[in-house]
């Protein structure tokens, strides 16, 4: 005995004579100054033997994040990433004979104070067998620019819904549904891009004076939002 088919529920029009509903997509870009700005230092030594390199390179990474640290207020937050060291073997020969030792140490700044960045990333540079990249421009998680963004495409889109109803001769009754785009069926979150790398520096040797700071221009960063919106409408006389 097979079971009784269920019926579907009929489909939901759109919308109705009565209430015509209206879709549209708001949208908004701006350009704003960065609020951050990240660096990266990668400190290194080498030693014919290990305790060389160690103590070469403990030396240097002290250095670095002592001088880091007289920024004050100006560094938000500094953080050690990594630390390797390892041994370089000879290229000739059997045996593994060790030819000279390897260390590494990668260190994190982030910087508020864009006029002490430039003087910082040039003493950094500055400095025996010390690598800086960057820096990164960014704004911070929540940025008041995110939110203006969003706004502004709330904005958008209920101004291009309102044009579009006054071209039919009617005006906006309801709002039906507002919505991020692909907020039904999001992606997994991913990691986001670095604002913008300016410049990087490479290995430098300290000498009795020092460089003339760097005259860095911070990059301008660039905020997007786009909504979904549906509004009904008062009938039209067509």
């Known amino acids: ?134 820096p990164w421009w960014a704004l911070r998680p929540d940025s008041p620019a995110h939110r203006e963004a969003r706004q502004q495409a709330v904005r958008e889109a209920v101004q291009r819904a309102r044009e579009y109803a006054e071209a039919l001769g009617t005006s906006l009754a309801a709002l039906v549904e507002l919505a991020d785009i692909g907020a039904e069926n999001a992606p997994p979150p991913y990691p986001q891009a670095p604002g913008g790398r300016m410049r990087s520096m490479a290995y430098g040797a300290a000498e009795d004076s020092e460089a003339a700071p760097l005259d860095l221009e911070p990059q301008r960063q660039r905020v997007h939002a786009q909504v979904n919106a549906r509004f009904t409408m008062a009938p039209p006389r067509l």
């Open 1 to 134: 005995m097979t079971a009784p088919s269920q019926e579907l529920p009929p489909a939901v029009p759109y919308g109705t004579p009565d209430a015509p509903r209206i879709a549209v997509r708001g949208e908004a870009r701006l350009e704003v100054d960065p609020e951050i700005a990240r660096i990266g230092v990668l400190v290194t030594s080498r030693g014919k033997d290990r305790r060389t390199a160690l103590d070469d390179l403990t030396r240097r990474n002290t250095r670095v994040l002592d001088l880091i640290k007289t920024y004050g207020d100006a560094v938000e937050r500094l953080e050690t990433g990594s630390f390797s060291t390892s041994p370089e073997l000879k290229d000739k020969g059997r045996g593994e004979r060790v030819h000279a030792y390897h260390g590494r140490v990668h260190i994190t700044a982030v910087l508020t104070d864009f006029t002490a960045l430039g003087e910082l990333t040039t003493r950094l540079a500055d400095l025996e067998l010390t690598h800086v990249d960057g």
